[in-house]
């Protein structure tokens, strides 16, 4: 058995890993200006740790791979739900070095050389230093995020960790190759994902769902008898 | 426990459920014409059994819904692998009518309100029969397929059955929006998903690797030097 302990445990931490119901959510572009942009503004955690560790004062040990670029750079490693060395349930985490970009939601064309950057040489590292190979690992984003600073996972193809399921993880390729075919993909896109009830986030999307006029409801748009 | 006897069990249906080694495979508009089109035309299962069902001539009693209009019309009925009660577990199968759309690859603006249409009283079908709403649901098609004759998978958000996951599985909200942005998404986008080692199509991919120039190589294509 497997116990992770989180301490100190913040409030959004205790209901994170509490069960509950979750409610799917489709996101238009209108409703992430309205809706979810001014909710994470609001209610963005510190991102001090991450900075921290970006800036080498803190997990400087845990780093796999560091590329310094300002513009491109990431810094690669294991994340917090791995033991590092089970090869089988192998799950890094890139960070970028930039911290102009919140979330999939931000990225335009401007950033495909970074996201190719991090798909080369994460895959080029953990090749190194594993021996799992790209055809190995399913390298994907989340949306929503756990923070809003762009991040990317990679885990091991033959294991399944949480948050990889569609409503949820996006693929790398499958983001890079959305915003090759449409540049404001990401800008457009309606992303479905699903809240937990308890995710301020969810009761801002139920409230809304009353405000708008019938006809902008996205789960009610679309009438059969037509 | 739960176990499921398949019976007769095909060379295909044996090598589908023993443990095996996955590959990743990006597949672009060119490869899916090259490689995967001729593969699955030689080796597309029959589909009999399906038109059984679509004509009535089998399993009638298990239709939980039926759009009998040729062009947008389907049939929703539970997965063979639900018992039909457990609605923790449920999990459905929408079959079109049509017969002319294989998969994801084929689809157009002109199947949008075939989409819609299925998204729609397929929800309402559930939500009347069990009481689950659109917000727990989870509506999605498999890339590749279990077999080539379009169908989209409904299943309770709160129940994780395999086939979720993000190298499989497109959330319908996400495939009509794709449409809506770019008519010809899925005929251009390149399209990443998991295969078993033992499976034909793998080795197809495998061997076109080492025969297509390296600059064509999707998973090395790109250059960290550069």
């Known amino acids: ?10 409030e959004k931490h205790i ?3 509490s069960a509950q119901h979750r ?13 979810t942009l001014p909710h994470l503004e609001q209610e963005q955690l510190s991102l001090e740790w991450l900075y921290n560790v970006l ?5 400087k040990e845990r780093i796999l791979y560091e590329d310094p670029c300002d513009e491109n750079g990431f810094i690669l490693l294991p994340d917090l739900k791995w033991d590092g060395k089970t ?8 960070l970028v070095r930039r911290r102009d970009i919140r979330s999939l939601r931000d990225l335009t064309p401007a950033h495909l050389a970074l996201l190719r950057n ?4 994460g895959i080029a590292a953990i090749e190194e230093r594993y021996g799992i190979g790209a055809s190995q690992l399913r390298i994907y984003l989340h949306y929503q995020p756990t ?8 885990t091991y193809l033959r294991y399944d960790p949480p948050g990889t399921n569609c409503e949820k993880a996006h693929l790398l390729s499958t983001v890079i190759n959305n915003i090759e075919l449409l540049g404001d993909y ?3 896109a309606t992303l479905s994902y699903a809240l937990k009830e308890t995710d301020k986030l969810c009761a801002k999307f139920i409230a809304s769902e009353s405000e708008e006029p019938a006809a902008k409801r996205t789960k009610t748009d679309i009438d059969p008898s037509q």
Chains 1, 2 share one sequence.
Not at 23 to 35: F, G, P
Not at 87 to 94: H, R, S
Not at 118 to 121: C, E, I, S
């Open 1 to 10: 058995m497997k116990v992770s302990i989180i301490y100190p445990a913040s």
């Open 15 to 17: 209901v994170k890993h």
């Open 87 to 94: 090869v089988e349930q192998l799950y890094l985490l890139a």
């Open 23 to 35: 409610y799917m959510v489709d996101e238009s572009a209108e409703r992430y200006k309205n809706i």
């Open 186 to 188: 990401y800008q457009r």
């Open 147 to 154: 923070f809003y600073h762009l991040h990317m996972h990679f």
């Open 55 to 59: 800036e080498h004062r803190k997990e």
């Open 118 to 121: 991090v798909q080369a040489r």
